[in-house]
């Protein structure tokens, strides 16, 4: 009687280490996928971000390609002197000029958003495999 109480007890405890153990990796496994849940809608949030980017860069260079066509259909008219041609050449400068520093700008802005994206995509790699090998 004693050896079959010993047994009971001894399969009583690893059935309840068993279920433990099923109860604490799905834990992991939950925590995971809220991991990748919260991963995945901060790199959602960034895509406005960078529609706004686009969409601001995409209205500077439509406007100051107007100027430069609207000063080079000037340039070219017939009968223009050299002082009035000099002119429109230096309005045309101007506007690539600032076209250059405002490529330098939403560069580096792209740059740097696009650095925050690259690491939340390895943060999701690395918590996707983590997940998959639990």
Do not use: W
Not at 24 to 42: E, H, M
Not at 48 to 61: D, F, G, H, I, Q
Not at 112 to 131: E, H, M, P, V
């Amino acid at each position: 009687m004693t050896n079959l109480l010993i047994v009971v007890v001894i399969l009583l405890v690893i059935g309840v280490l068993f279920y433990n153990t099923l109860v604490s990796r799905c834990n992991q496994c939950d925590n995971l996928f809220a991991t990748i849940d919260a991963l995945l809608k901060k790199r959602y949030d960034l895509i406005p971000n960078l529609v706004t980017l686009l969409k601001e860069s995409m209205a500077y260079e439509k406007g100051l390609l107007e100027e430069v066509v609207r000063l080079r259909s000037e340039a070219v008219k017939p009968g223009l002197d050299e002082r009035k041609k000099m002119a429109i050449a230096e309005k045309v400068t101007k506007p690539l000029h600032g076209m250059m520093i405002m490529e330098r700008i939403l560069s580096y802005r792209a740059n740097r958003g696009s650095g925050k994206f690259q690491t939340l995509s390895a943060k999701f790699s690395t918590y996707f495999r983590a997940c998959r090998t639990a």
